[in-house]
């Protein structure tokens, strides 16, 4: 069913380009690179899909980690969530406690995703590119703080599209 954009409910939109979110998740990875617990090292990122993907791929191959796993969240439909369900779980070996994991997801909002991920992993770092201030306290390291009544758009939920021009046409 096609929605009707101006019924969505947060007030603000913060519409985030490829070129935004590349430069933002580098910005993510330089700010973890040497933090691991392990002499600096992080023993592999875990993308938090489908969204944590992009971020996560990008901060694995700045900070050339190989091993990349994913766990699956599924919180919202469209603008409104749910209950938060673990749909796929990383490799248990490799996770542990989470112990020298980089668990990355492109924000948090409410926290509610984040929590369910660390009552599963609690010694996990996570990171997030952006951060809603409810959700702050859940994340350990993120860039960007927008406030809570923007929802985030971002890129590969975006299309280029034809606007009007300021002055109009006759
Ligand atoms: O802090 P919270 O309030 O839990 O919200 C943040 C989560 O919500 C979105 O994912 P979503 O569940 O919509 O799935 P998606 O990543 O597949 O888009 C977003 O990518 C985060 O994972
Ligand atoms: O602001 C948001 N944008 C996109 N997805 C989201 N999931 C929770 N909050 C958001
Ligand atoms: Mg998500």
């Given at each position: 069913m096609r929605k009707d954009p101006s019924r969505l409910p947060h007030e603000k939109g913060f519409h985030i380009s490829w070129d935004q979110i590349h430069r933002d998740s580098r910005a993510l990875a330089w700010r973890l690179d040497?933090?691991?617990?392990d002499s600096g090292a992080w023993r592999a990122v875990v993308a938090i899909t489908r969204g944590g993907m992009a971020p996560a791929m990008i901060v694995a191959r700045e900070l050339d980690i190989r091993t990349v796993d994913t766990i699956s969240i599924k919180s919202y439909d469209h603008q409104k969530q749910s209950d938060a369900k673990v749909l796929k779980a990383p490799d248990d070996t490799l996770m542990g406690?989470?112990?020298?994991i980089l668990i990355v997801d492109d924000l948090v909002d409410s926290g509610k995703t984040l929590e369910v991920v660390r009552s599963m992993y609690p010694h996990a770092h996570f990171a997030t590119v952006y951060a809603k201030p409810k959700g702050e306290p859940k994340v350990d390291t993120f860039i960007t703080g927008v406030s809570q009544d923007t929802w985030i758009f971002f890129p590969w939920d975006m299309a280029l599209q034809y606007v009007e021009p300021y002055r109009g046409t006759d």
């Open positions: 040497g933090q691991g617990p406690d989470g112990t020298g």
